[in-house]
């Protein structure tokens, strides 16, 4: 298990939860981050800040402080 802000450019991997419980966790589980959900880590900006993901067929541009409280599980 790693947390998103961890993976690189290319990496898919299982939301399998977020490491707080926060309005901030509530927001991202609205956006569709939801555990058991595919999620691939597609590129970020110039300083690594921010970081676009697609998870299902919407892309989803986050912070790297909201990344680091998605825990996900590697696909192998």
């Known amino acids: 298990m790693t947390y998103l802000n961890m ?5 898919k991997g299982r939301v399998v939860g977020f490491s707080d419980d926060t309005k901030l966790v509530r927001r991202l589980y609205e956006l569709g981050i939801q555990p ?31 990344a680091s409280l998605v825990a996900v599980e590697l696909d192998e």
Do not use: C, H, W
Request: proline share 8%; net charge positive; glycine share 8%.
């Open 7 to 11: 993976m690189v450019p290319g990496q």
């Open 36 to 66: 058991g959900r595919s999620i691939v880590y597609l590129r970020n900006a110039p300083f690594s800040d921010p970081l676009e993901v697609r998870v299902g067929s919407n892309l989803i541009t986050l912070r790297k402080t909201e």
